[in-house]
């Protein structure tokens, strides 16, 4: 997102500035002698430190990372790039630094087919707090009002549940990375601005209770329920927390959030940063999945034959066989070769996973 982007950048540019300030340092000091009427020294070079090659190949794959709590997807994705000695990591849509679970990475080429991964269903278990607002929805925010709501039923909350599943509009969190005329939501809310944003179609296609629990504080009576989530890409999940609660009459937000499926990527695949790690250090595979078993995961698969392989990896198109959407094109191999989208009298790649110069 452009937030971590601006983070990129700016780590980028303080390395590039420690060294400029390092290469000024040296050149003052040799030129001092000089000034003094003495021979101006040569600095020496210090030894090259060897690059050492990156851990996966040119093609790459997927990394399923189940992101710790605590950490930004871009902490993530700088982590990644050290553990796998390559720049070529990005991630297919953030995770909250709250939250933890699936969190999605290409690695080499693979970061391609980031953009084509059809990643628009997603699910989540949560436990939202009835009886408080703040002003991020979440735990991590300024308490701005509280309420008791150990009076509410569970056939009430149930009642105001199914009014937020199925197609409905949502006004996305103010605290978002949503952009409001140029700027990110989240940077215009810090600064004190009254941001408001414009509700959205989202898709909430399961909205379940999965426990409750009367909270006795001694003051405030909460109650927190426990809660799974699918849904599409774009649904917020502290909205729904933050809607529930004004639905109520009481104000809510999100106390937990764990990401469990992205797409058809679980936390069966995912494994922490420290298990890739480890995994690096003993010399064990870092990738979930290469580039041929994502492709395979993610798309509909259409096999080809040689002769069309070494056609579309020579940028030409093929004949269309009537599948809907964006599919992949196998070798007799099982090798990827293109992602493919029909069109008219032609099925044309969108994406060439293995072009004829690699």
Known sequence: MGDESMVVGAADAAESGAVASGSDAVENADAAPAARGGAKRRGRPGPKREKLPPLVDAFGGLLIVDKEGGWTSHDVVAKSRRLLRTKKVGHAGTLDPMATGVLVLGVERATKLLGQLILTTKSYRATIRLGQSTITDDAEGEVTATTAAAHLTDAEIAARVAELTGDIQQVPATVSAIK????????????????????????????????????????????????????????????????????????????ALRRTAVGPFTLDHARTLAQVEAAAEAGEPVLELDIDAAVRAAFPVRDITDAQANDLRNGRWLEPVGIPGVYAALDPAGHAIALLQESGKRASSVMVVRPANL
């Open 180 to 255: 409001v005329n140029g700027e990110r939501a989240y940077a215009r809310a810090r600064a004190g601005e009254d941001v408001e944003l414009v509700a959205r179609p989202v898709t909430v296609s399961r909205f379940d209770i999965l426990a409750r629990r009367d909270i006795d504080t001694g003051d405030t009576p909460f109650v927190d329920l426990d809660v799974a989530v699918d849904c599409s890409s774009g649904t917020y999940i502290r909205a729904l927390a933050r809607d529930l609660g004004e639905k109520l009459g009481v104000g809510g937000h999100l106390t």
